[in-house]
């Protein structure tokens, strides 16, 4: 079965930390890679997303992933945390062979506190 | 222009009862999908409804189904609610194509 997994349940970071959050799917074939983050009482927003193309994405707000088709992974990445940034994480991956790309399998969530 | 607007966003209900959620979608978003989201299990996916049609399903009972207007408009119930059932539920509109999802801010449901 498709998985996707994210290894931080929980990051503490103080601000001006640099920040590196991972994920890794279960397999290969297409895929699409997104990163969303969960803001406090705040809905869903997309971070950045990889489709095809250069393997380094850039998102908002200085987040950048990279894909690395060979470890099925695609870790988050932000040199210089801030405080605003405290929220929730998940990975999600949208596998061609779903048939659709709006069927996406989540990780389980980093939540990351920054703290001043 | 408005996002993805679900209701109502909060409800309570008892075992044994149905519930039916709403989800408009950005306008020319053809596709929705939902999702459930739990403390233990995350977000997972329920299903994806493409101009009237369901096009993929995730792996919840037949307790869970869905439905998709003209409008595109999209509702999706729960009958004989359980316990496990109480979770936010989250509608999520594309363009039909692929590409990212827009959520909205979730109906969160309470089944005592």
């Known amino acids: 079965a498709q998985s996707v997994s994210q290894h931080n349940h929980h990051v503490i970071l103080s601000e001006a930390a640099s920040l590196e959050l991972g994920c890794n799917y279960s397999?290969?074939?297409?895929?699409?890679l997104f990163w969303y983050v969960q803001y406090p009482g705040q809905h869903l927003q997309l971070l950045l997303k990889?489709?095809?193309?250069?393997?380094l994405v850039k998102g908002i707000k200085g987040f950048e992933a990279e894909f690395i088709k060979s470890k099925f992974s695609f870790n988050l990445r932000k040199p210089s945390v801030q405080w605003s940034d405290t929220a929730e994480y998940f990975c999600?991956?949208?596998?061609?062979?779903?048939?659709?790309?709006?069927?996406?399998?989540f990780g389980t969530g980093t939540r990351l506190q920054v703290t001043l | 222009k408005a996002g993805v607007t679900q209701t109502p966003r909060y409800l309570i209900k008892t075992r044994g009862q149905q519930v039916t959620l709403s989800c408009s979608p950005i306008?020319?978003?053809?596709?929705v999908s939902w999702y459930q989201q739990t403390p233990g299990q995350g977000l997972q996916f329920l299903f994806e409804?493409?101009?009237?049609?369901?096009?993929n399903k995730g792996n919840f009972p037949g307790r869970f189904s869905g439905r998709q207007f003209s409008n595109s408009r999209s509702e999706m119930n729960v009958s004989t609610l359980e316990l496990g059932d109480s979770a936010l539920y989250l509608c999520?509109?594309?363009?039909?194509?692929?590409?990212?999802?827009?959520f909205g801010e979730g109906s969160r449901l309470t089944v005592l």
């Open positions: 999520a509109s594309t363009r039909g194509g692929g590409g990212e999802l827009f």
């Open positions: 397999y290969g074939g297409t895929v699409n």
């Open positions: 990889y489709f095809s193309g250069d393997p």
């Open positions: 999600a991956v949208g596998w061609e062979v779903t048939g659709t790309a709006s069927k996406l399998t």
């Open positions: 306008s020319g978003h053809r596709s």
């Open positions: 409804y493409f101009s009237e049609t369901q096009r």
